[in-house]
């Protein structure tokens, strides 16, 4: 559980989180919890699809693979317990009762299905069909966009703030994501393993379902682009400090596009 | 998630969160929501536990595994969706909040570490190693005691019950709990595959820490009935109806002793 969810990594969805709170207007200190939630709740996933029965990827995050490092059954339940535990935290943090429920059932529905998990099951089964760019975003909104989306949303929730201003935060999580994703995709056919900390290319060998597959990666580039545009409108009307969250959505292309 | 979710089943822990709930002096049509995820985290956790990586059975409640039915990858993602979705009904079922994220909270830990996931970690590091009775409690404690235990804990928290009684619900599930795993370590020595529904004599074979390993079949029979009589003192304080609790409490060792 440490080996894999203490690993390098961006901290993409905690800091969106973190970032969320203080969007709107919140104390950013006090959602630590929840921000270690999503993250773990990440990192579960990354853990079951790395798996020999899944995408079978040996380096992640620049190390071994949770799976090569400790063997398959340890993997498996390593992430099943940074699964569990992601949800003992989020429903047990310092906040009001409902704040602790309503963002519990957040990151529940963020995580299954349509979600996370269900995203990687469309992403399986899509393996070796014809590249198609509704299921590429469906499997994206699913396996990268919920989470992403929720971790904003649920930033907002900490803060104590309003539906609309939650709702704005995730819907700005969700272009952040696409955005993000499709950067994802971008990096799988241009960066070298080094960089990027994980094999390169495997998605286009394995058929894989992406952006660049369906639209070119000129075509992958716009989309990405237009992703953010799209994402810092969401955050016109918040009270608190969106200046983070602006960054964020920058850096979700920087290195691809 | 249906195929091993829907399989038959005894049902051992949502009954028991029901039947608590009623002892406790709820009604027990309002915790079904409850109900149904104390059973979906059993199913998840009966899923992986059969992957090849961990059990490797092929026959569960009767019928294939999910993953001979449905292949490795499949079956890894439809147990962490089911434990996805149990998390979601429970923190969003109708109840208060602080009900909704309390009885969340002891569901994710017993799920994870210490409790059901770690029990199995425990259970695979010690195949093979000599029989020893502190060890075969520690693994059963976690393994299945905490999610029994969990269930009845939550079926009074459902109930409104005071924090008193919710405590005595606990104690009465981990006995009964420790009584369940007794007798479903002498069934497996004692049945055969088909009263089972699942192969027997497993256990023996990789050298599983069991209660009859450590203590004889007779041993056990008598462990699992003092099991039971203290189950049974722990209902003298309920102010609701007991007498469901009282013929599950029987029910536990009925096949074995």
Redesign the interface.
Known sequence: ?RYSALAPGKRLRPVLLLASCRAAGGDPGKSLDAACAVEMVHC?SLI?DD?P??DDDDLRRGIATCHVKY????A??A???L???A??LI??MDA???I???A??A???A???P????G??LD?LSEGTEPDLQAVQRIHAWKTGKLISASCEIGGMTAGAAAADCHALSEYGRWVGQAFQIADDILNETSTAEELGKAVGSDRERNKQTYPAVMGLQGAKSAARECVEKALTELQGLKGDTEALRSLAMYSIDRSV
């Open positions: 559980m579960f079951h798996l029965a899944i063997g398959e059954a340890v498996i339940l992430g099943d317990a699964f569990a535990f949800f003992r429903s047990s009001m009762a409902t602790r429920a309503d519990t059932a990151l529940a529905a995580a299954g299905t979600g996370l998990v269900a990687e099951v399986i």
